[in-house]
């Protein structure tokens, strides 16, 4: 491997800028409350939408952590060439503070190696220990 490794963007301008899952706030005001332990994701589209941005800014530990143990993997590798562009959620069922059980479906748009995808995901999600965790997804068109 020659290729040179990114270099992690300073906290302070990563902390002002638009949260990479799409809601207009600043990621210090929105994902960055969940990535920190501050206060837990209170739906499951909130919780969809703190993991795409911890993949965006490579938080592992809070994939893990918001990861359902039946199906958490022992380790996740994040691949660096892969830049988290944009979120799309597409459409939601259930997941409010009142269910145990959702699902969302969505589309993440990265670019890898100078290429574009989309990922298209039904992810599901339920309530485990009073707080949402991520259990498992179908791929497919949403
Ligand atoms: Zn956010």
Do not use: I, K, N, Q
């Not at 911890?54 to 994939?63: I, N, P, S, T």
């Amino acid at each position: 491997m020659s290729r040179r490794r990114p270099r992690p963007r300073p906290a302070s301008s990563a902390a002002s800028a638009p949260c990479p899952c799409g809601l207009p706030a600043p990621y210090a005001d929105c994902c960055a409350r969940f990535h920190r332990g501050l206060s837990a994701a209170p739906t499951a589209e909130a919780l969809m939408r703190s993991r795409y941005s911890a993949f965006a800014v490579r938080d592992r530990g809070y994939l893990l952590r918001t990861w359902h143990p039946d199906t958490r993997p022992d380790e996740l590798e994040l691949d660096p060439a892969t830049r988290w562009r944009r979120l799309e959620v597409v459409a939601c069922t259930g997941g409010s503070p009142f269910h145990t059980e959702g699902t969302v479906a969505f589309r993440a748009h990265y670019t890898e190696r100078g290429r574009e995808g989309v990922l298209e995901e039904h992810s599901r999600f339920v309530r485990h220990a009073g707080a949402w965790v991520y259990l498992d997804a179908s791929g497919g068109a949403v």
